[in-house]
Nanobody, 126 residues
């Protein structure tokens, strides 16, 4: 079965960095887009970034220039490098799988994602 496992979360001070990993299994990695979402307490899931199956990359405006998404096909793993973290970045971060191409992994929202990881907590203190 499809499995997505996030890791790399933790607690940091404002201005610090974390690198999240999403390890996938049970699917053909190159045929899918992988997205990163986050959910703060009392709020819904928000798309942060995604990388499409045809290698297009998208970021939400609040993270552009600070976060970098990348993938290693040989390891079936997607990464999110998070720099200059701010308290408003505090959330549970999820990776998710979408059977789409092009910008739909960013513009389509949660509706285009079929599978979700368990999430990893990121806490940023001021």
């Amino acid at each position: 079965e499809v499995q997505l496992v996030e890791s790399g979360g933790g607690s940091v001070q404002a201005g610090g960095s974390l690198r999240l990993s999403c390890a996938g299994s049970g699917f053909t990695f190159k045929d899918y887009a992988i997205g990163w979402f986050r959910q703060a307490p009392g709020k819904g899931r928000e798309v942060v970034s995604c990388i499409s199956s045809d290698e297009m990359i998208f970021y939400t405006d609040s993270t552009k220039g600070r976060f970098t998404i990348s993938k290693d096909g040989a390891k079936s793993t997607v990464y999110l490098q998070m720099n200059s973290l701010q308290p408003e970045d505090t959330a549970v971060y999820f990776c998710a799988l979408s059977p789409t191409w092009g910008p739909l992994c960013f513009s389509g929202g949660e509706e285009v994602y079929e599978h979700w990881g368990q999430g990893t907590q990121v806490t940023v203190s001021s």
